[in-house]
Nanobody, 122 residues
Framework: QVQLMESGGGLVQAGGSLRLSCAAS????????MGWYRQAPGKQRELVAT???????NYADSVKGRFTISRDNAKNTVYLEMNSLKPEDTAVYYC????????????????WGRGTQVTVSS
């Protein structure tokens, strides 16, 4: 009943920019935290950025100063603006969210998107 759909990935030259979007749909009372993760070939999945319901953002050291995470609560959407991209940013990027599904419960449910490929060439 809840789906996350990522978009905006693609191929870009080093130094370029991309904007990723993730829209949540389904039975949702309120979205708590949202975040972006990535997984490069042969490596473990890693945190890129998270944003709380109060718009407090946290970033991995490798992307600080280059990436910006934001959210639009009315649209149940989270964005990741990626600037000054480097070849090491190449990975599949996944959207994640913790959702309050019902007004009568404080329990959250985690959901993951399908992922979108970001490739940065040198």
């Amino acid at each position: 009943q809840v789906q996350l759909m990522e978009s905006g990935g693609g191929l870009v030259q080093a130094g370029g920019s991309l904007r990723l979007s993730c829209a949540a749909s389904g039975t949702i009372y309120r979205i708590n935290s949202m975040g972006w993760y990535r997984q490069a070939p042969g490596k473990q999945r890693e945190l890129v950025a998270t944003i709380t319901s109060g718009n407090s953002a946290n970033y991995a050291d490798s992307v600080k100063g280059r990436f910006t995470i934001s959210r639009d609560n009315a649209k149940n959407t989270v964005y990741l603006e990626m600037n000054s991209l480097k070849p090491e940013d190449t990975a599949v990027y996944y959207c994640n969210t913790a959702v309050y599904r019902y007004y009568y419960s404080t329990m959250t449910y985690d959901y993951w998107g399908r992922g979108t490929q970001v490739t940065v060439s040198s």
